[in-house]
């Protein structure tokens, strides 16, 4: 007698321990029609179909391949969303279970799910909703992360309960920041207050702090959708005081990440490098000053001070970048680029006919020596020939190419230095950087600047005073 088909139950559950109850309960009436041993109960834990596609969730490759050896005569879920990502998935899956002949029962009737059909064109239709409600499962989760956030500064939050109450250890501090914040009117006074506090509350990003600043759980309110008050919030603000702090300061947050943000940049795009183990410098904040700055990994470099303040090379640097964009003769470098792109691109073009005939006569030769057709023609030495040729034209061209983009450099370099000296507010510095400065060394008492354009620096002093700022090296 042939082993009876399983009947399979596939049990999603997203959020831990969310709903399995209420699949279970929605299966309970079909498996009491069965024999225990043709049940086959699957839970799949933690992931949501949302997300990831059928490869990669085990659980649904197990089904498939019971699926496909032929062992499951039905299959319950309590609803669409429970199996797949998307309306494409769907189909897929659809088209697989019609082909072994498994019923597809839905548990969830009495929520008003339609029950699956044979038909593909139904049951296509009916797949694309399941598409717009995985879509929904996705707003709802974003927006119980909003409204009950796993950790969230200044807050310890009850499990049990599902309530956020003060921390007290941060309760003081937080609420010192935000009265710190409603007395703040310039971008400097925002940012010694967000580095005071970073420092009192033990903060190792300024961003979350001016995230904070924006947040409105901190008045107990979710504001995404309209005003939602989150009871289970206990606030460090009102919403009038949430409200007030976004219409009045909300610009000076915006211009504190972007500055921050540029930071970032600059870190990266300066990368010094010790000028003794020319190794990359890296880069710290010191928690104490709340200053960032580079020093080697070496602890014998470091020792010997091998190690600069960001704010101190920053100004290094725009301080050269100036005495170099002042002495750049850039008519010059203009002259200059356009007339040895001219004298390279003539050398290269009369190199290329040169190959060109060469080849040319090569294949001549070989198709008129040629009478009968030779299986191995592409071992012919005048075949190798013509192939490396080929090769060398490519890298010529390739070549003009190159130096083609060197001339548009410099004549970019030239309208950039024009517009930095009739206004040296419409050139950021990042820019100047990358076009004038290849690398930056730094020794005990002295930063080393390698600049791309050397020779066209008129009377450039190799050596610059910078007397620095003492109170950034503390
Ligand atoms: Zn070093």
């Known amino acids: 007698m042939e082993k009876a088909k399983l009947h399979v139950f596939f049990r999603r559950v997203s959020t831990k321990g969310q709903d399995i109850t209420i699949q279970e309960a929605a299966d309970l009436y079909y498996r009491e ?64 279970r019609l082909a072994y002949n498994v019923k597809l029962i839905y548990t969830s009737t009495g929520n008003g799910h339609i029950q699956a059909s044979n038909d593909i064109f139904v049951e296509g239709l009916l797949n694309m909703f399941s598409d717009i409600e995985g879509k929904n499962i996705a707003r709802r989760s974003e927006e119980t992360r909003r409204r009950y956030p796993p950790q969230i500064m200044g807050y310890k939050k009850d499990k049990d309960t599902k309530t956020y109450s003060k921390d007290p250890n941060k309760k003081e501090y937080i609420d010192q920041y935000f009265t710190a914040l409603t007395y703040v009117n310039t971008i400097d006074e925002l940012r010694a207050v967000v580095k005071e506090y970073q420092k009192n509350l033990n903060c190792s990003s300024e961003l979350s702090l001016i995230n904070m600043a924006s947040n409105p759980f901190y008045a107990a309110y979710d504001l995404e959708k309209g005003t939602n008050r989150l009871s289970h ?102 002259l200059h680029s356009v007339k040895s792109f001219k004298k390279i691109k003539d050398q290269t073009e009369a190199e290329i006919s040169a190959i060109n005939s060469k080849i040319k006569e090569l294949t001549e030769e070989i198709v008129l020596s040629s009478r ?82 050397f020779n066209y620096l008129r009377d450039l002093h190799t050596e610059m005073i910078y007397v620095g700022d003492e109170s950034a090296w503390n």
Not at 52 to 62: G, H
Not at 254 to 264: A, C, G, I, L
Not at 302 to 329: C, G, M, R, Y
């Open 372 to 453: 009968h057709y030779s299986e191995d023609w592409k071992n012919d030495h005048r075949y190798k020939k013509v192939n490396s040729l080929k090769m060398e034209r490519r890298k010529l061209l390739e070549e003009i190419t190159l130096k083609e983009e060197f001339l548009q450099n410099n004549k970019k370099l030239s309208g950039i230095v024009q517009s930095y000296l009739s206004d040296r507010s419409k050139v950021s510095s990042t820019l100047l950087y990358s076009l004038f400065i290849n690398q930056v060394f730094i020794y005990e008492d002295e930063v080393d600047i390698e600049v791309f354009t």
């Open 33 to 96: 029609k069965l024999q225990s041993e043709n049940i086959m109960i699957i839970n799949e834990n933690a992931i949501s179909a949302n997300k990831k596609s059928i490869n990669e969730r085990p659980e649904m490759q197990k089904l498939i391949s019971l699926i496909t050896k032929n062992k499951v005569s039905a299959l319950y879920a309590f609803d669409r969303s429970r199996l797949f990502r998307d309306h494409y998935e769907g189909m897929e899956f659809n088209d697989l």
């Open 233 to 334: 919030v206990d606030p460090y603000i009102t919403l009038e005081t949430f409200n007030q702090l976004q219409e009045t300061k909300s610009e000076l947050f915006k211009t504190y990440v972007k500055q921050v943000e540029q930071q970032k940049l600059q870190v990266a795009m300066y990368a010094p490098i010790c000028g003794y183990c020319k190794k990359r410098l890296n880069y710290r904040h010191n928690k104490d000053s709340n200053q960032g700055f580079f020093t080697c990994s070496r602890k014998e470099h470091a020792k010997n001070k091998v190690k600069i303040p960001f704010s101190e090379l920053e100004k290094v640097i725009d301080f050269a970048l100036q005495e170099i964009v002042h002495k750049l003769d850039y008519k010059l470098l203009s």
